[in-house]
């Protein structure tokens, strides 16, 4: 790996790309940003992103920004896995990159995929066939999924979801990116499979409790039952495995809370951040 390596982003406008592209730019790594033609969202990339546009459903749309690169960033950034275009995809990555940093799923780690969501053991199975040295990033949600919740609390002040007793180990997207960028620019993480949390055990009834206190504002939650948020996930055009997967887990972590690690701090040498930074950060979101 050259020392200032040449390192393509994908899904670089979403919650997590942003991050990846600022973290691997502090590493001396030259960045490129994989974007939707039209995306809208291009703004939310730090100044001076090296942009290339290109589309993960459309394999050779990723000739020209692959040309020259070292390493990719992956998320994938559909429902499911088409059995054709991942692998495609794939082989464009390895005819150019020698590094690749994975965003897989907890799921992976725990023995639920491949019925979890975006059967990222399939993912993980593909990347493992390649010479490509690489890392799964086996992340639990993103606290940016309350993101999910801001327009009814910013509405009614009272959310209205599924199982608010699922204890979850969120990691700040920053975190990820930062660990993912350790992956890409750093040395002894080819073959690792991390599993990446956050710090701390939260519900997803407290997370909008803490948000309710960033606002200064009482908020409400009540809970949605199985079958109705079920039948609510699949009209908003979620598969049905997708939705059954998603419910089936959280109503295990009612019971149990998510795994956890302490992988953020060991690779970036710093606690991961809390739901309260994160939201702190995103207020106006919820305003």
């Known amino acids: 790996m050259p020392d200032a390596p040449v390192v393509l982003v994908t ?3 979403g919650n997590v790309g942003p991050h990846a592209v600022a973290e691997l730019r502090k590493r001396g790594a030259t960045v490129r940003a994989l974007v939707l033609p039209g995306d809208p969202h291009e703004g939310r990339l730090p100044e001076g992103t090296e942009i ?4 993960l459903a459309d394999p050779d749309s990723l000739d020209a920004p692959l040309d020259g690169v070292d390493g ?3 998320m994938w950034p559909f429902f499911t896995l088409d059995v054709a275009t991942a692998p495609a995809v794939l082989r464009k990555f390895e005819a150019s990159a020698r590094r690749i940093a994975v965003v897989s799923s907890v799921g992976v780690h725990i023995g639920l995929e491949p ?3 975006n059967c990222h053991a399939y993912l993980e199975q593909l990347v493992e066939r390649t010479g490509l040295d690489w890392t799964f990033l086996r992340t639990t949600g993103f606290h940016a999924n309350a993101l999910g919740f801001a327009g009814q609390i910013r509405a009614s002040g009272v959310v209205r ?19 993912g960028a350790e992956a890409l620019t750093g040395q002894g993480h080819a073959g690792r499979k991390y599993l990446v949390t956050g710090a701390e055990e939260m519900s997803q009834e407290e997370q909008v409790r803490v948000i309710g206190e960033v606002l200064g504002r009482r908020l ?6 199985h079958d ?3 039948r609510a996930l699949v009209a908003a055009g979620w598969p049905p495995a997708y939705a059954d997967g998603a419910l089936g887990y959280f109503a295990m972590l009612a019971k149990e809370p998510e795994v956890g690690s302490r992988t953020v701090e060991e690779l970036t040498g710093r606690p991961a951040r809390t739901f309260r930074a994160w ?8 305003r």
């Open 11 to 13: 899904c670089a406008t």
């Open 52 to 55: 290339h546009y290109g589309d």
């Open 72 to 74: 990719v960033f992956w």
């Open 115 to 117: 019925v979890d969501n």
């Open 161 to 179: 979801f599924p199982y608010g007793a699922a204890t979850r180990t969120s990691v700040h997207e920053g975190d990820l990116a930062a660990v």
């Open 220 to 225: 409400g939650w009540e809970d949605v039952e």
């Open 228 to 230: 109705a948020a079920r």
């Open 279 to 286: 939201a702190e950060e995103h207020i106006d979101d919820f």
